[in-house]
């Protein structure tokens, strides 16, 4: 049974540019959250998707957008780079079944902006 | 708003010697507590929780217990190994905020043979 699937796993951009990140939960999760984690920080919530919708977002501005498939696949995309994106993106899968504490992490992808 | 402090590192230990990570937590509520930890290149993976106070996590030789007077959740393990190294993230869930996690800025652990 695959895990979480992130891709890419690296990316490096310029700024102004815009991205978008991929993640493929696992098998029977249909929650998506997104985080950013900065170098040598803890990890910092973007925003949830569940049944293609937002649900729940974090202090982001909204450059930082998503999208889930019906296959519970998502993206982040995030608009005009800046230098202060740079960082590991994170994605975490949970259950069926609403709020939980069982959440799966991916490897991350790790994007850099010059 | 709800936020977690754990000590700075990077803490650097001998093999099989005790290991305590400190964290403290401030939550409007009682959430549900988590220790994450990151291996080298790795995405993040959850070591143990509790879920309500007084409870015990225990994974793989490490234990934290929700301290609902101390507001602290630290992790403990008795003798650690050169594998155990990496950073260690402590993590809150509020029953009412979804499946959101508010970490820690993390705890890298180093240990020496």
């Known amino acids: 049974d695959a895990g979480v699937t992130q891709s890419p796993t690296h990316l490096i951009k310029t700024r102004g540019q815009q991205v978008t990140l991929r993640c493929s939960p696992k098998s029977g999760h249909d929650t998506v959250s997104w985080y950013q984690q900065a170098l040598g920080q803890g990890p910092q919530f973007i925003f949830q998707?569940?049944?293609?919708?937002?649900?729940q977002r974090g202090n982001f501005p909204d450059r930082f957008s998503g999208h889930q498939f019906p296959n519970y696949s998502s993206e982040l995309n995030v608009n005009a780079l800046l230098l202060g994106d740079s960082a590991l993106y994170l994605c975490?899968?949970?259950?069926?079944?609403?709020?939980?504490?069982?959440?799966?992490f991916g490897p991350g992808t790790r994007l850099t902006v010059l | 708003g709800n936020s977690v402090t754990q000590m700075e590192g990077p803490v650097t230990l001998s093999e099989e010697a005790f290991l305590t990570i400190n964290c403290t937590y401030t939550a409007t509520g009682y959430p549900s507590l988590f220790w994450y930890v990151q291996y080298p290149g790795e995405g993040l993976q959850l070591l143990l929780k509790a879920t309500k106070a007084d409870d015990k996590g225990s994974n793989k030789g490490f234990e934290a217990t929700y301290r609902k007077e101390t507001t602290s959740f630290h992790l403990e393990k008795g003798s650690v190994q050169v594998s155990d190294s990496a950073v260690y993230f402590c993590?809150?869930?509020?029953?009412?905020?979804?499946?959101?996690?508010?970490f820690g800025g993390g705890t890298r652990l180093m240990v020496k043979p």
């Open positions: 998707y569940y049944e293609e919708e937002e649900r």
């Open positions: 993590a809150l869930r509020m029953k009412d905020a979804g499946n959101m996690l508010t």
């Open positions: 975490a899968s949970s259950p069926m079944g609403g709020p939980t504490d069982t959440q799966y």
